[in-house]
């Protein structure tokens, strides 16, 4: 199985977050595109448990603190958070377990996550390692936000019932700079992820 995938720094292959055909225990992977052979860059985790504890998601370039970062489940909502270097691969955890669900979309610099908060019903943004918060957004299942990264990792926009929001990391302050009026809604369209 293959979750997202990410190219490798050089270009000359393909990584992503994934289960070994052979035995199901998730790892990172590598697919040279020379060769098209398939290898773990990581070591095999043991097999996931319920709720895909243990798994590897989310795996995200972050050009600005230039390593990937990924996730790795640990049930139901926490996650731990890693820090992989695009040369050897080596994996750093990012601070304590986090109580988060849904796919985080971090900060080009790696120093900010957005994820939902279950317990709080809302989008937030984390500091990390810290794990501090700040609430952006309610979670509505009918309309999930999409949230993207200025290309500096200093400012987040998404849109929330018909109003486009730019958030600035650095003072906390909020710019509406489209407001749809009342009863319309903004399109979907925003990437969601980080720039490159």
């Known amino acids: 199985f293959m979750g997202n995938v990410e190219w490798s720094r050089d270009g000359r292959s393909l990584l992503f977050p994934g289960w070994s055909n ?6 990172l992977f590598r697919i040279s595109l020379r060769d098209l052979t398939i290898e773990p860059v990581h070591p095999l985790g043991e097999r996931t448990g319920a709720n895909w504890k243990g798994a ?4 995200r370039w972050l ?3 230039g390593r990937y970062m990924v996730a790795r489940l640990l049930g139901q ?9 695009p040369t050897d691969y080596r994996m750093e955890r990012v601070g304590d377990t986090f109580d988060i669900s849904s796919w985080g979309i ?15 019903k809302s989008f937030a943004l984390l500091s990390l390692p810290d794990g501090a918060s700040k609430i952006l957004c309610p979670y509505s299942p009918e309309e999930l936000p999409a949230f993207a990264w ?31 009026g009342q009863n319309k809604r903004i399109g979907g369209g925003l990437d969601g992820g980080t720039p490159n």
């Open 106 to 120: 971090p900060s080009p610099d790696g120093r900010h996550l957005v994820a939902m908060l279950p317990a709080q």
């Open 22 to 27: 052979d035995d199901s225990r998730p790892g």
């Open 77 to 85: 909502t926490g996650q731990e958070l890693y820090l992989m270097d």
């Open 56 to 59: 590897y998601v989310n795996l």
């Open 150 to 180: 200025s290309t500096d990792g200093k400012k987040l926009v998404w849109g929330e019932q018909g109003v486009l929001k730019v958030y600035s990391v650095a003072d906390g302050t909020v710019q509406t700079p489209v407001d749809a």
């Open 63 to 65: 050009p600005l603190a």
